[in-house]
C-alpha cells in the first residue's frame, strides 16, 4: 500500500478498509450466533472477562488475517493476554475480537467486532461491526457505513454511505460516556465544557457516532489498549475527527514497551480540543 495522497492510494486505503470489513463481518456472524445461545464466562487475570465469544472471533480474524497478509504481524486482545506478543515493525494489524464484552455479558447489543492496521504509528485503515445492530463503518482515506446483517455478503464501496462529523454548536456540545468504565477525571473535564446533552454508550460505537456526526466528543482518561481504540481512530480520522491524548498529541500506536496501553484520550468531531486544565484529577 502507497503511502501518498494520490487519489490510487486514497483508493487502495478505502480497499483495503473494506477488506477489514470483510473479515469482521466473518467474526461478527460467529459472535451473534454465540450471543443468542449463551455462552461460558471467564475472567482473566486483570479482572477483565472473556466470553466463547470472544475466543472463537480472534480465531477466526487472525486466521483471514494471516491468509490476506501473511508476513504482518498481529497484535490481538486474548493472544496478549495468553502471553503471546508478537515481534512487530512498522506495520501491523490490532484485534479487538469482541469489544464491549461487558455489555455482550448483560444481553445488551451495544458491542463490535474491531480490526484495524497500523502503519508507523497510525491507523490507516479499520472496521468496525456491530452484529446485532446490522451496521458496519469503516475508515481508510474516507469513512463509510453501510447495513449488514450477519451472514450478508458485504456491498461495493459505492453502495455504502460516506460520513463526516459535524461543526459543533458552541454552546450546545453532545457528550458520550462510557456506560462500563467513567471515572472522576472524565467528569471533571465535561463539567468545564458546555455539554448538554450527555449519552451513555458501549463499545467502539462511540468512535462511529462521532464519525456520523451525531456527537461531539467523547472523553475518556482511565487507562486503554491499543486495541481498544485503533479502528474507532481509522474510522473518526477518516471522517474528518481525531483522537488525541490528555496533552492534545494525536494518539500513536506500537507501544509494545508500555503493553500497548494509552493512558486516556479524547475523541473529537469538529471540535477543537480543550486542554485538560492544572489540577484535574488524572
Given at each position: 500500500?502507497?503511502?501518498?495522497?494520490?487519489?490510487?492510494?486514497?483508493?487502495?486505503?478505502?480497499?483495503?478498509?473494506?477488506?477489514?470489513?470483510?473479515?469482521?463481518?466473518?467474526?461478527?456472524?460467529?459472535?451473534?450466533?454465540?450471543?443468542?445461545?449463551?455462552?461460558?464466562?471467564?475472567?482473566?487475570?486483570?479482572?477483565?472477562?472473556?466470553?466463547?465469544?470472544?475466543?472463537?472471533?480472534?480465531?477466526?480474524?487472525?486466521?483471514?488475517?494471516?491468509?490476506?497478509?501473511?508476513?504482518?504481524?498481529?497484535?490481538?486482545?486474548?493472544?496478549?493476554?495468553?502471553?503471546?506478543?508478537?515481534?512487530?515493525?512498522?506495520?501491523?494489524?490490532?484485534?479487538?475480537?469482541?469489544?464491549?464484552?461487558?455489555?455482550?455479558?448483560?444481553?445488551?447489543?451495544?458491542?463490535?467486532?474491531?480490526?484495524?492496521?497500523?502503519?508507523?504509528?497510525?491507523?490507516?485503515?479499520?472496521?468496525?461491526?456491530?452484529?446485532?445492530?446490522?451496521?458496519?463503518?469503516?475508515?481508510?482515506?474516507?469513512?463509510?457505513?453501510?447495513?449488514?446483517?450477519?451472514?450478508?455478503?458485504?456491498?461495493?464501496?459505492?453502495?455504502?454511505?460516506?460520513?463526516?462529523?459535524?461543526?459543533?454548536?458552541?454552546?450546545?456540545?453532545?457528550?458520550?460516556?462510557?456506560?462500563?468504565?467513567?471515572?472522576?477525571?472524565?467528569?471533571?473535564?465535561?463539567?468545564?465544557?458546555?455539554?448538554s446533552e450527555r449519552r451513555p454508550m458501549g463499545s467502539s460505537l462511540?468512535?462511529?457516532?462521532?464519525?456520523?456526526?451525531?456527537?461531539?466528543?467523547?472523553?475518556?482518561?482511565?487507562?486503554?489498549?491499543?486495541?481498544?481504540?485503533?479502528?474507532?481512530?481509522?474510522?473518526?480520522?477518516?471522517?474528518?475527527?481525531?483522537?488525541?491524548?490528555?496533552?492534545?498529541?494525536?494518539?500513536?500506536?506500537?507501544?509494545?514497551?508500555?503493553?500497548?496501553?494509552?493512558?486516556?484520550?479524547?475523541?473529537?468531531?469538529?471540535?477543537?480540543?480543550?486542554?485538560?486544565?492544572?489540577?484535574?484529577?488524572?
Amino acid at each position: 500500500m502507497g503511502e501518498t495522497d494520490g487519489t490510487e492510494s486514497r483508493r487502495a486505503r478505502d480497499e483495503l478498509a473494506r477488506d477489514l470489513a470483510c473479515v469482521a463481518v466473518t467474526a461478527g456472524s460467529t459472535v451473534a450466533a454465540v450471543f443468542a445461545a449463551g455462552c461460558a464466562l471467564t475472567w482473566k487475570g486483570d479482572g477483565s472477562p472473556v466470553t466463547d465469544a470472544d475466543l472463537a472471533a480472534e480465531r477466526i480474524i487472525c486466521d483471514r488475517l494471516s491468509e490476506r497478509f501473511p508476513e504482518m504481524p498481529i497484535v490481538s486482545e486474548e493472544r496478549i493476554a495468553a502471553g503471546d506478543a508478537p515481534v512487530i515493525g512498522s506495520r501491523f494489524a490490532l484485534v479487538d475480537p469482541l469489544d464491549g464484552t461487558r455489555e455482550f455479558i448483560a444481553g445488551r447489543k451495544e458491542f463490535t467486532v474491531n480490526v484495524a492496521i497500523v502503519v508507523r504509528g497510525r491507523p490507516v485503515a479499520g472496521a468496525i461491526y456491530a452484529p446485532m445492530l446490522e451496521r458496519l463503518w469503516i475508515g481508510g482515506a474516507s469513512a463509510y457505513t453501510c447495513t449488514v446483517a450477519p451472514g450478508a455478503g458485504l456491498p461495493d464501496l459505492a453502495a455504502m454511505r460516506r460520513i463526516k462529523v459535524r461543526l459543533p454548536s458552541p454552546d450546545h456540545l453532545a457528550a458520550l460516556v462510557s456506560r462500563s468504565h467513567i471515572d472522576p477525571h472524565t467528569e471533571t473535564y465535561l463539567g468545564r465544557l458546555p455539554v448538554s446533552e450527555r449519552r451513555p454508550m458501549g463499545s467502539s460505537l462511540k468512535f462511529c457516532v462521532i464519525a456520523e456526526g451525531q456527537a461531539d466528543l467523547y472523553p475518556r482518561f482511565g487507562a486503554t489498549r491499543e486495541w481498544d481504540t485503533a479502528a474507532g481512530c481509522a474510522v473518526l480520522t477518516a471522517a474528518g475527527g481525531s483522537i488525541v491524548d490528555p496533552e492534545g498529541r494525536p494518539l500513536r500506536y506500537g507501544g509494545v514497551q508500555s503493553g500497548f496501553r494509552h493512558d486516556g484520550f479524547v475523541a473529537l468531531g469538529g471540535l477543537r480540543f480543550v486542554p485538560v486544565a492544572e489540577g484535574d484529577p488524572r
